[in-house]
């Protein structure tokens, strides 16, 4: 069983960055993909990134391109996304998530076992 923490959300303004960092404890952290994704307020969770066991594939949504950046340090067991130009459409709970490398889905929840308890972005002036 992999426990998964999110940190790092809160309030920024438009134009602003934010890193948000997610910890994994109770699995070999190497042996799963991590991905994040996010949910806004009355819309379905949606795929933000993905990468593989070394983060050297990356995969992202077309909303989030040249702006979000997806990455993990293994000896640390944690993935991190980096998000900046912050737009207020980026405002949603935000959700890591491992799951096996055999799972075709990557890009939706489908394809991921485990998740965290997710962290609030706001984008607001």
């Known amino acids: 069983q992999v426990q998964l923490v999110e940190f790092g959300g809160g309030l920024v303004q438009p134009g602003g960055s934010l890193r948000l960092s997610c910890a994994a404890s109770g699995g070999t952290f190497r042996n799963y993909r991590m991905g994040w994704f996010r949910q806004a307020a009355g819309k379905e969770r949606e795929f933000v990134a993905t990468?593989?066991?070394?983060?050297?594939?990356?995969d992202y949504a077309d909303s989030v391109k040249g702006r979000f950046t997806i990455s993990r340090d293994n000896a640390k067991n944690t993935v991190y996304l980096q998000m900046n130009s912050l737009k207020p459409e980026d405002t949603a709970v935000y959700y890591c998530a491992a799951g096996s490398f055999s799972s075709p889905s990557y890009v939706d929840t489908r394809g991921y076992e485990y998740w965290g308890q997710g962290t609030q972005v706001t984008v607001s002036s």
């Open positions: 990468c593989g066991r070394f983060c050297l594939t990356k």
